[in-house]
């Protein structure tokens, strides 16, 4: 990512193009971090059992429909792990685009830490600051996850008995509705 | 009697290898036919490829009469009117049961939602389901599932109705529950298409009995004729090994 970031940057102002520094630190993470999150997407279409396809064709969807309301909601369940994952490891690597004068955390620590020559206390602190920035990234998907797993448990609508179903499965007159065991 | 669905002459290999080799035969309204045979005797695949999962080389599949493989039919309707059960359930894992079974509906027959849910709930409760409207697939049991699952495929109000080997992953006593739900449905007229490992179940309920044998059906016809009386060495071999 510093190479990265340092191509791109340089090389667009010799091109005569002179980007903002923060704009070029959001394009130059974008497309770092756009590599990796479109093979982790890939995966978890991939993952997808693909008796999901089949079942959603079956009932006569359509590609677009099946990929809409039935891959692509098991694929971003199973995939955000790895997305938390890309995020948390994006906040830390930020710290990179200093070489390109991005006045981000890192570069402000530096600056703080030379200008009073006080080194501990000042990275002690960016560090609380990176912790907390990383936790609560984790935090938030993990209260998504939870909230896309749904409920643990499930309410029983009526007797748990099937006494209203039209085909029953009790255990009673088993002997006569099971020819196919005789 | 008209048939609803005819395959005259049906092919399909994958690579070298030739499952099914010329494949004949028609199923008329309201009849439920049994494919058995052993595994490797293409009735998965005559069965995937009647609902174009698998797309057959050869022959021609007739929907009362159209051609579904010349392209003039349109395959949603088509698919809504052809509804198949898996062995593996293969229920929509991020739906409720309710959706699972309003789902397809909604989006290939464009029914409203209120409609759906009431068509939906209809048939839970015909397959005793109904109390479990708002369970996810992983909290249910094999039987469960499979019920659901034919629940979602009648739904869809088909004309036909598909099963793949519907109680080869359940335990015995979930077949019989999955079972009993199937002999409901052939009595009140479905058309079905089963594949199947369960002769007393073919021996019971089946109109007609087809024995599918290395990609080419061997006997067919009722399954006293078939199951009582086998004519060949094959079928005789077959039914001796399943007792």
């Not at chain 1, 995966?43 to 059992?49: A, F, Y």
């Not at chain 2, 034919?150 to 080869?168: C, G, Q």
Request: proline share 3%.
């Amino acid at each position: 990512m510093i190479v990265q970031a340092v191509v791109i940057y340089y090389g667009a102002q010799y091109a005569g193009f002179y980007m903002d520094t923060t704009f070029a630190a959001i394009f130059i993470i974008s497309i770092n971090t756009g590599a990796y999150m479109a093979e982790i997407v890939r995966g978890g279409i991939v993952s997808v059992d693909k008796g999901q396809f089949e079942a959603a064709h079956a009932i006569g969807m359509t590609h677009w429909q099946t990929m809409v309301n039935v891959v692509l909601p098991q694929a971003i369940r199973n995939i955000l792990p790895s997305v938390g994952n890309e995020f948390i490891v994006n906040i830390k690597d930020s710290s990179v685009l200093n070489v390109i004068s991005v006045t981000e955390l890192f570069f402000q620590a530096k600056s703080a830490a030379g200008a009073y020559y006080r080194y501990f206390e000042v990275y002690f602190i960016i560090a609380v600051i990176y912790l907390i920035l990383t936790l609560s990234v984790s935090k938030i998907l993990s209260i998504i996850e939870r909230k896309m797993d749904g409920p643990e448990n499930y309410v029983i609508h009526g007797s748990q008995s099937d006494s209203r179903a039209e085909i029953h499965v009790s255990k009673e007159n088993e002997e006569a509705s099971k020819p196919w065991q005789a | 009697m008209a048939s609803v669905i005819e395959v005259k002459g049906l092919k399909k290999s994958f690579g070298s290898h030739e499952v099914l080799r010329s494949i004949d035969f028609a199923t008329g309204k309201g009849e439920c036919t049994c494919i058995i045979g052993s595994s490797g005797s293409g009735k998965s695949t005559l069965l995937r490829c009647i609902n174009l999962l698998e797309t057959p080389d050869g022959g021609e599949i007739l929907y009362h009469g159209e051609d579904i493989l010349s392209g003039n039919v349109n395959m949603a309707q088509y698919h809504a009117r052809v509804g198949m059960v898996f062995q593996q359930f293969n229920l929509f894992n991020n739906m409720s049961v309710l959706e699972n079974c309003m789902t397809g509906q909604m989006k290939v027959l464009k029914r409203g939602k209120e409609e759906a849910r009431a068509n939906a709930v209809k048939y839970l409760t015909k397959v005793g389901m109904d109390a479990y409207i708002n369970a996810k697939p992983r909290q249910l049991s094999g039987g469960q599932k499979q019920r659901v699952a034919i629940a979602r495929a009648l739904a869809m109000d088909p004309e036909v109705i598909l099963f793949d080997e519907p109680t080869s992953a359940l335990d015995p006593e979930m077949v019989g529950e999955v079972l009993n739900v199937m002999q409901t449905l052939a009595q009140e007229g479905l058309t079905m298409l089963v594949v199947t490992h369960e002769m007393g179940f073919a021996r019971a309920v089946a109109d007609e009995v087809v024995f599918m044998d290395q990609g080419v059906i061997c006997e067919q016809g009722t399954p006293a004729e078939v199951l009582g009386n086998p004519k060949s060495e094959r079928l005789k071999a077959f039914l001796a090994s399943m007792l």
